[in-house]
Nanobody, 121 residues
Framework: QVQLVESGGGLVQAGGSLRLSCAAS????????MGWYRQAPGKQRERVAS???????DYADSVLGRFTISRDNAKNTVDLQMNSLKPEDTAVYYC???????????????WGQGTQVTVSS
């Protein structure tokens, strides 16, 4: 089984910082793109940032210059450093990864359970 586990959410004042971490574990053959999404109450889930395996990072316009995504292929982890947080960043943040499990020929889309980030004004 493949599992994504997130950590690092919490409550922070506007202007503060948080770091989210996500670790993929299980019977993994290879991992393609990894990323972070978020969903605020009453809104659709949106992509925040993504990083392919060996490619360049990509960010939503709303977080460009404030958030930084990074991955460690040796540890199967992806982190999201969030600086200069704003109340509108409040949401549940989800880790996402395209993973090819062992004994399977196709990549699948896997999600973490979500971690709450709340930014107070």
């Amino acid at each position: 089984q493949v599992q994504l586990v997130e950590s690092g959410g919490g409550l922070v004042q506007a202007g503060g910082s948080l770091r989210l971490s996500c670790a993929a574990s299980g019977s993994i053959l290879s991992i393609g793109a990894m990323g972070w999404y978020r969903q605020a109450p009453g809104k659709q889930r949106e992509r925040v940032a993504s990083v392919p395996n060996g490619g360049t990072t990509d960010y939503a316009d709303s977080v460009l210059g404030r958030f930084t995504i990074s991955r460690d292929n040796a540890k199967n982890t992806v982190d999201l450093q969030m600086n200069s947080l704003k109340p509108e960043d409040t949401a549940v943040y989800y880790c996402n990864a395209h993973i090819r499990p062992k004994l399977r020929s196709l990549y699948g889309d896997y999600w973490g359970q979500g971690t709450q980030v709340t930014v107070s004004s």
